[in-house]
């Protein structure tokens, strides 16, 4: 096995992840490997990471198999940082879906690292339309708790890996990769889908590899149910159509931000930025679209002006809705929250 450029992209991953977190003990690295002279006509099976200094033949204890480009077979898919603590918000995580795909998202990939009951149904559901697919994600290492208990070993259930896996594992799958949390949207201001808005950006700025939105806080500490909504919000406990208030300062390009990315141009990428990238990151005006951020920061008394945007709610609030009552009678029985503590000490 040959390494190509290990170093410097070990190093960057280390650079990157330490601006912002504690070093951990492992972080998240590229091993790139050639194929061997003359293997044009053979199909990779699997790969192994071996140390061969001073040994001849080394014995394999690993393999990874490799996993064949297959057809483009989506527009956008949507990579989500990996699903963990027992994630039980069912009620989140359908709204989520079901908003996503209005705004033009036709394949999800979740890492699993651990889920509630309810979140498996939801997801098995999903995955049955041929929506979603799921991908274990059981890490060797101490990962945080919750309640925190011992310091982690690498940062938040490897999410620097798995975001760039699922931009590899897709990226002759689907034309572009959506990178948002389970609590953000990227929403676009003068069009209603994606799709409608990389090609007016693609118009003006042209050869582009990502597409960078800034953030904007939507705060659960207030609650402000928009009008004609206020039953239905509380029926599906909808978070869009619930809060509708927003800080009125936004972040700055690349703090907190998230992207959509044409994975054939992008090499690597961040949490909040692109890595590396054949041609040029296109930062988007937040009068052009932006990314919706729903987070309680707990504090309440905070004096802060608000501003009511009511974006969501006017162009989506009624499709989305009929979505929920759909997916929900599909549903019937499923929890919509399970509340941590039943697990025990620790998630």
């Known amino acids: 096995m040959r390494f190509d450029q290990t170093s410097q992209l070990y190093s960057m991953a280390v650079h990157q992840s330490s601006r912002t977190t504690p070093l951990c003990r492992f972080t998240a690295a590229y091993i790139t490997c050639r194929s061997p002279p003359n293997s044009h006509t053979l199909t990779p099976l699997a790969v192994s990471v071996l140390v061969v200094a001073g040994v001849s ?14 057809p483009m077979s989506s527009e956008f898919t949507v990579c989500v940082t990996p699903l963990n ?28 690292h651990s889920t509630g009951p309810n979140v498996d149904k939801v997801l098995q559901m999903y995955r049955s339309h041929g929506i979603v697919d799921i991908q274990p994600w059981d890490l060797p290492v101490q990962t945080d708790t919750w309640p925190p208990t011992k310091r982690p070993e690498i940062h938040y259930f490897a999410q620097i890996a798995s975001l760039n896996d699922c931009l590899h594992r897709y990226q002759n799958r689907s034309r ?8 953000e949207y990227i929403i676009p201001k003068s069009v209603d889908t994606w799709a409608e808005l990389i090609q007016d950006r693609e118009k003006i700025s042209g050869d582009i590899s990502a597409f960078l939105f800034r953030c904007i806080f939507f705060r659960k500490e207030w609650p402000s149910p928009a009008k004609n909504f206020h039953k239905l919000a509380k029926i599906f406990n909808s978070v869009v159509l619930t809060y509708t208030r927003r800080e009125s300062k936004w972040q700055l390009p690349g703090v907190r931000s998230k992207f959509i990315v044409n994975p054939r141009k992008t090499t690597s990428i961040g949490v909040h930025q692109v890595w590396e990238a054949s041609s040029r990151v296109d930062y988007v005006p937040e009068e052009v679209a932006r990314l919706h951020h729903y987070r309680n920061w707990d504090n309440p008394a905070d004096t802060q002006p608000q501003v009511e945007d009511l974006l969501v709610a006017e162009k ?14 599909d549903l019937e029985g499923v929890p919509m929250d399970v509340n941590i503590t039943i697990y025990g000490d620790f998630a």
């Open 57 to 70: 033949c080394p014995v394999v204890s690993n393999t990874v198999l490799v996993t064949p480009p297959g």
């Open 85 to 112: 603590f027992r994630y039980s918000r069912a009620y989140e995580l359908v709204e989520w879906i079901e908003l996503s795909r209005l705004l033009g998202a036709d394949k999800f990939v979740f890492y699993n």
């Open 316 to 329: 989506y609030g009624a499709r989305l809705v009929e979505r929920l009552q759909k997916a929900w009678s």
């Open 176 to 183: 572009y990769l959506v990178y948002q949390d389970l609590d």
